[in-house]
């Protein structure tokens, strides 16, 4: 099983990114998918994630408006769309995947399976 995390970098505040992720090994639609973030000195947080179908997101409030999650079932593949980005929204972002039903999707611990992080950058 792998989550392939990519498309992080360096951006000036104000830019946007992209980043993907891509599950292999695993039945992709089992799963609900969350983007969860670390920044140097902080605990993981919880940033966004979508339903198993993609009918449905749910976002932290610092990003509500300025995010978007969404999925490709076709292509096994979940991504973040990061607009107006700020310096605090520097950090390292993981996908992950949650197989399980309990709701409870803002919680790290729900998640069975996690990606390799991808750093991004936001300039002032």
């Known amino acids: 099983v792998q989550l392939q995390a990519s498309g992080g970098g360096l951006v000036q505040a104000g830019g946007s990114l992209r980043l993907s992720c891509a599950l292999s090994?695993?039945?992709?639609?089992?799963?609900?998918m969350g983007w969860f973030r670390q920044a140097p000195g902080k605990e993981r947080e919880f940033v966004g994630s979508?339903?198993?179908?993609?009918?449905?997101?749910d976002y932290a409030d610092s990003v509500k408006g300025r995010f978007t999650i969404s999925r490709d079932n076709a292509k096994n593949t979940v991504y973040l769309q990061m607009n107006t980005l700020k310096p605090e929204d520097t950090a390292v972002y993981y996908c992950?995947?949650?197989?399980?039903?309990?709701?409870?999707?803002?919680?790290?611990?729900?998640?069975?399976?996690w990606g390799q992080g991808t750093l991004v950058t936001v300039s002032s």
């Open positions: 992950a995947a949650d197989r399980s039903y309990s709701g409870r999707h803002y919680y790290s611990s729900s998640y069975e399976y």
């Open positions: 090994g695993r039945t992709f639609t089992n799963y609900v």
């Open positions: 979508i339903t198993r179908s993609g009918s449905g997101t």
